[in-house]
């Protein structure tokens, strides 16, 4: 069944215990990231506070209330300019917020193999609802709700890709290479 962008929200922000994201591509044009990619190209040293800072306290207040959002972003290393800014701009403020992100570089690791055939984004809210997300060149042009006969597939997926992928917090200190600061250089 295929959703829209508001029900889509209704969805993952109605999540009870658990929200986990697979992201698979290179770049997103998303609205949401307001100015702030042609912000971080430019140079700027920081996202738009007013914008970025209602997002961590929403992250915040869901990890206090017990709640958990995951993100395994798959991906192939050297970082494109989008990955670099979602990396320092997203992933870093968020996962100090509260939001455990990992990553599987597949330069370094393998796929796993309950990952092989998904070559695609989705969510799993509660281990119950598998959302495949579809893009077209990192536009947003829907979401599916996928039969419940799927859930296997998608919980095994969500287990391998949290399982072979490392904290953010992790690659993104063993990788200066990609930081802001360094490309400058």
């Not at 307001?34 to 140079?43: H, N």
């Not at 306290?57 to 990890?63: G, P």
């Not at 995951?70 to 968020?94: F, I, K």
């Not at 599987?104 to 796993?112: K, M």
């Amino acid at each position: 069944m295929m959703i829209d962008l508001p029900q889509l929200s209704d969805l993952i922000n109605g999540y009870s215990e658990t929200a986990f994201r697979l992201e698979t591509l290179e770049a997103y044009a998303s609205a949401s990231d307001g100015a702030d990619v042609a912000r971080y190209l430019a140079g700027h040293s920081a996202p738009d506070p007013a914008r970025k800072g209602a997002w961590l306290d929403r992250l915040r207040s869901e990890r206090a209330e017990g709640r958990l959002r995951q993100r395994v972003h798959v991906l192939h290393s050297p970082l494109t300019d989008y990955l670099r800014y979602e990396c320092e701009w997203g992933y870093a403020p968020n996962s100090q917020a509260g939001e455990d992100i990992r990553i599987l570089d597949l330069a370094e690791r393998p796929l796993p193999p309950p990952l092989v055939g998904i070559d695609h984004d989705f969510w799993l809210i509660d281990g119950q609802t598998v959302i495949r997300m579809h893009y077209d060149d990192g536009r947003f042009g829907g979401a599916e709700v996928l039969p419940s006969a799927d859930l296997p597939r998608y919980r095994a997926a969500r287990d391998a890709a949290l399982a072979g992928a490392e904290l953010f917090p992790a690659y993104w200190e063993r990788h200066p290479q990609f930081h802001q600061v360094n490309q400058a250089a």
